[in-house]
């Protein structure tokens, strides 16, 4: 290479990487934004108290059921701050999730602080997102191009999925983050065998298991891959380093998972566990806790991984075993369907991106400047198939989109590949790649940053989504917030009557609301009075999120709401003659 052509690919380089920087500055925008506005939502009450517990007790029993890395991420501003805290609450029952309790007292001791304490926390987590996004560019890049990497890192970035749990203290974003993250590190180290190539895919694979349990697929995964790959360069004779590399860097992996609970409970013997679920406990583990496996060889049989993780898979196992309502395209049952996450994906991912990955799938088909190595395809493809199929096997109920998306990082390095058309110098293809990536990108802007509420245009969007799925797909109590907004522009609502989907106490939100208590979920039709009504989507739509909850509130589907609160929370002025009107109805 002379020296001009040298001086221009160092030019390019740089510029690329300005790029790169200055779209994932503009991710961390995004998402501080989001955790700025929103109030704390169901799970989080409980993740950021249990981090704090994790920091200063070294005990990782609060919120065992998914691992502490995420919430000790996010709950590390607190140990400079030093807020309040309430762990009177704590008790280790068998059936005990304590963390709620001191959630709760958690953000009642620390009053209206709590939400500003909630935002800082949330922004801790925002390199995590921004290393996902980075992965995400540097793998679709090494596979199919420069455009390709920032094809994918644009979806990665302006996701409204990736936005909104990014922006929020659960483990989701941060268990898409750092598994894609090991599956490039792993797939690296299949192309290039090294002892360092190793080193890193390990304590990759060990990260992706600390953020979420969903990653124990690995174990079985990444040697299962290694054989396909094998089985796809066709060579007999398999060199004895690698071989002992690949055990090593799952013994890495699992080590690094025990280090990060710090070693507290591992390699303890089966037998002496107390299980809930029947899977491990045995048929009447349900109300009685047991061990099927106490009185067999099996129970002496020490389990390498710390004794909170599988208790947490435990918890897991016990709530799906015993079901719990669900609801999809207006049903509502005890369990769930096999293909909700299908539906969910279809509905809540913008069409841009949907787009892409069905233009990816033609290019494919007719064209072979488009095509990789196979073996590259299947360790890009089969991570991401695997968790879908694993938590759509999990039909004991279906709430939450949240639970796939681990799976999105690789679909989005997929659906990228249509972008070669920029190095193959193809027109049309070129072009359906950029209406369908800006497509993507302004279907997900034009909701934000109620990120959380987003329906793509053929689901409605987020007006039309409640026809589709409930919970924490478009309502989880964020807009509390929104309303205090509301309320305080327009003082003649107060006291506002209030039916909030959320366990975060609005009279610490600091606006007038009659109390919940007088507006009972679990009365079918409740006398009304006139005034304003704040009223949650979920309970607008009968949701049966606890088992005695009724489909009080459904008659407020018949009239317009008067204005929202985000999308998640409708505001009804009902005059004495609207009332009447509603009554007939």
């Not at 380089?13 to 503009?26: D, E, K, M, R, T």
């Not at 180290?189 to 390990?202: E, H, R, V």
């Not at 995964?221 to 690698?242: E, H, N, Q, S, Y």
């Not at 072009?431 to 302004?442: F, R, Y």
Request: charged share 15%.
């Amino acid at each position: 290479m002379n020296s001009s052509h040298w001086l221009f690919a160092r030019c390019r380089g740089h510029n690329q990487s300005i790029a790169v920087w200055a779209i994932l500055f503009v991710h961390a925008l995004l998402l501080a934004r989001i955790a700025y506005i929103n109030a704390p939502v169901f799970d989080e009450i409980a993740h950021l108290p249990a981090g704090l517990s994790h920091w200063k007790f070294g005990n990782f029993d609060l919120y065992r059921v998914n691992p502490p890395l995420m919430r000790m991420i996010a709950s590390t501003p607190l140990l400079l701050i030093n807020p309040q805290t309430d762990w009177s609450s704590i008790s280790d029952g068998p059936y005990a999730r304590p963390e709620f309790v001191v959630g709760s007292k958690f953000m009642r001791a620390n009053g209206y602080e709590s939400f500003w304490l909630f935002s800082i926390c949330r922004w801790a987590q925002i390199p995590v997102s921004m290393f996902g996004g980075w992965i995400c560019f540097r793998w679709a890049r090494e596979l199919f191009g420069p455009s390709s990497g920032f094809v994918a890192l644009l979806l990665w970035s302006t996701c409204p999925n990736v936005l909104a749990w990014g922006s929020t203290i659960t483990p989701d974003n941060g268990a898409a983050a750092f598994g894609v993250a090991a599956a490039y590190a792993f797939w690296r180290w299949l192309k290039t065998p090294s002892w360092s190539a190793a080193l890193i895919a390990g304590i990759a694979m060990g990260l992706a298991e600390l953020s979420k349990s969903t990653w124990i697929i690995l174990f079985l995964l990444w040697p299962v891959l290694w054989f396909a790959w094998r089985c796809c360069i066709r060579t007999v004779v398999v060199p004895k380093p690698r071989v002992l590399q690949l055990v090593c860097l799952c013994l890495l992996g699992l080590y690094v998972l025990n280090l990060g609970y710090g070693l507290d409970g591992s390699f303890q013997r089966l037998g002496q566990f107390t299980f809930i679920s029947q899977s491990l406990g045995g048929p009447d583990a349900h109300t009685a806790p047991g061990n099927r496996f106490r009185d067999s060889w099996i129970g002496s049989i020490p389990v390498p991984v710390p004794a909170n993780y599988l208790r947490g898979i435990d918890i897991q196992k016990f709530d799906f075993e015993k079901g719990k309502w669900s609801y999809l395209r207006g049903e509502q049952k005890l369990g769930g369907w096999w293909y909700y996450y299908l539906y969910a994906l279809a509905v809540k991912t913008p069409l841009g991106t949907l787009f892409l990955m069905g233009l990816t799938i033609l290019l494919l088909a007719i064209s072979r400047g488009y095509s990789v190595k196979f073996r590259d395809e299947i360790v890009l493809l089969i991570p991401a198939l695997t968790v879908l199929a694993v938590v759509s096997s999990q039909t004991g109920f279906n709430r939450y989109l949240r639970y796939v998306l681990p799976a999105l990082p690789f679909l989005f390095i997929f659906a990228s590949q249509s972008a070669k058309a920029f190095e193959l110098k193809q027109r049309l293809p070129r072009l359906l790649c950029v209406i369908s990536t800006m497509m993507a990108i302004l279907g997900s802007l034009l909701v934000f940053p109620h990120s959380m509420s987003y329906f793509n245009l053929v689901a409605g969007g987020p007006l039309g989504g409640p026809r589709h799925l409930l919970d924490a797909n478009i309502d989880w109590g964020q807009d509390l917030l929104e309303l205090k907004r509301f309320v305080d522009a327009h003082p003649e609502a107060t006291p506002i009557n209030l039916i909030y989907f959320g366990f975060a106490d609005q009279k610490l939100a600091g606006f007038r609301a009659e109390p919940q208590s007088t507006l009972d979920n679990t009365v079918t039709r409740p006398n009304l009075t006139p005034g304003w009504y704040a009223i949650s989507v979920n309970h607008l739509y009968g949701y049966r999120h606890y088992e005695n909850d009724q489909p009080t509130w459904t008659r407020f589907q018949h009239i317009a709401p008067d204005m929202m609160a985000g999308y998640s929370i409708y505001l009804y002025h009902m005059t004495a003659e609207r009332l009447d009107r509603l009554n007939q109805q």
